[in-house]
Each structure stands twice: as C-alpha cells, then as structure tokens.
C-alpha cells in the first residue's frame, strides 16, 4: 500500500513553454501532497504543499504565479511549470501522507529539461 | 530559522556497521525521518522516530533524542545496495511538512 505515481517521467520542452506534472495516490485518499525540487547532488527543497479543495502554501522563495499547484480531489494534485526557462530544469518530485500516518511516501520523480 | 546538518560523505566496508549523525534545530518539531534515496530515483521511507530511543527495523535502527536536536540511523551487515544517499529530515507542525538534511552519500566497499 501507500503507493504515490507522477506522470510523465521525464519532459523535455521549449523555453516560454508551460509543463504540467501530475500526482497521484494510488490506493489512498491524500488531503496533503507535497511538491519538492531537486537539483544534482543536492537534497530535497520543498517548494509547496497542497492542500484539497484550498490554495496551495509556498515556501519563501517559490513564485507561486510560476509554479501553480492544483490540487482538485483527494488523490491528485497537478504542478504546473509555466514559461519554463533552462534554470527550472530539475528533479520535481511530490509526496502524500495517508491520514493518521507520520511518514510521506513519495512518488518517483519527474525529471525536467528546459532547452 | 530551522537548520539540519549530517555528514556529506562516509565509506563503509560490506559486512560492516555503519551509523549516520544527524543534528537539528528546528521549531514546531513533529517527528524525524530517514529516507534512503539511490541516483536518480526518488526517496524510500526508511523511519520514523517521535519518542526518545532507538527504533529497530530489520538491518536498520534510528535512534532519536529530542533533547540534544539528535538522531542517528544505524546500518548493520552492510551490502553493496545499501550505497545510495541517506537523508535525515525533520517533520515540521502538524500539516505534515518535512525539511530535509542535505543528505549522506554512503558508499559501500567490497
């Protein structure tokens, strides 16, 4: 159980072009997700958190008209990158937190390249 | 501000113990965990520490004392497939907010 899926793997796009990343709880209702950036050799940054049916919280720091979260039901949150320039290319990666458990599990990345 | 350090690097030979040093400061402190993460893959949950003492789980033990913004993570019998990073990260008020160390790089030695 506890298993956390994103969609697609890997993107590459254009610079000035928007990429939308999507999350998923497979088989468990999440009313917190997680958006995290992580540069190479470098640990994880937290950049949002999503909340169900609210607007998502950003840390300082995160331009939050640039990288605009959704999170529209209780097993999917959407981050979406928008005008894409070469510096966002990163490893985004989300996580979600089953109710009554301490421990996020996180889903296997989305690894982005902006030409 | 919140603050997480744990060593950059460390070398072990297989077989051997291993124990990874994390220290924090940290306000509105709700739990420490340890994620194991290997190149290019996302984190792993390892533990969970809440209470004061040591957590055992198979080959891996953390140990945790609030007091002192302590923690360790305790590798036993170590094989080739434990050299990955380790990443010590501090739970933050109730929302579920996590804060992550900059991670260990463990490399094992045959």
């Known amino acids: 159980g506890a298993v956390v899926s994103q969609h697609p793997s890997w993107v590459i796009c254009k610079s000035g072009t928007s990429v939308k990343i999507e999350c998923r709880s497979l088989?468990?209702?999440?009313?917190?997700m997680f958006w995290y950036r992580q540069f190479p050799k470098q640990s994880l940054m937290l950049m949002a958190t999503?909340?169900?049916?609210?607007?998502?919280?950003?840390e300082q720091g995160v331009e939050k008209d640039k990288f605009l979260i959704n999170h529209a039901s209780l097993t999917l949150s959407t981050l979406t990158v928008t005008s894409a320039h070469p510096e966002d290319s990163s490893f985004y990666i989300c996580?979600?937190?089953?109710?009554?458990?301490?421990?996020?599990?996180f889903g296997p990345g989305t690894r982005l390249t902006v030409l | 501000g919140q603050n997480i350090d744990q060593p950059t690097e460390m070398t072990a030979t297989e077989g051997a113990i291993v124990q990874i040093n994390c220290t924090y400061q940290?306000?509105?402190?709700?739990?420490l965990f340890w994620y194991q993460q290997h190149a290019g893959e996302a984190p792993t949950f390892l533990s969970y520490n809440v209470l004061d003492g040591l957590e055992e789980k198979g080959r891996f033990s953390s140990f945790l004392s609030r007091s002192k913004g302590y923690s360790y993570l305790l590798l036993k019998e170590l094989q080739m497939k434990d050299s990955a990073s380790y990443l010590c990260a501090v739970g933050i008020g109730q929302g579920g907010k996590l804060i992550f160390g900059q991670g260990t790089e463990l490399s094992v030695k045959p």
């Open positions: 940290t306000s509105g402190f709700n739990g």
């Open positions: 996580s979600a937190r089953p109710s009554g458990r301490g421990e996020q599990f």
């Open positions: 088989d468990f209702q999440a009313t917190t």
């Open positions: 999503s909340n169900e049916g609210s607007k998502a919280t950003y």
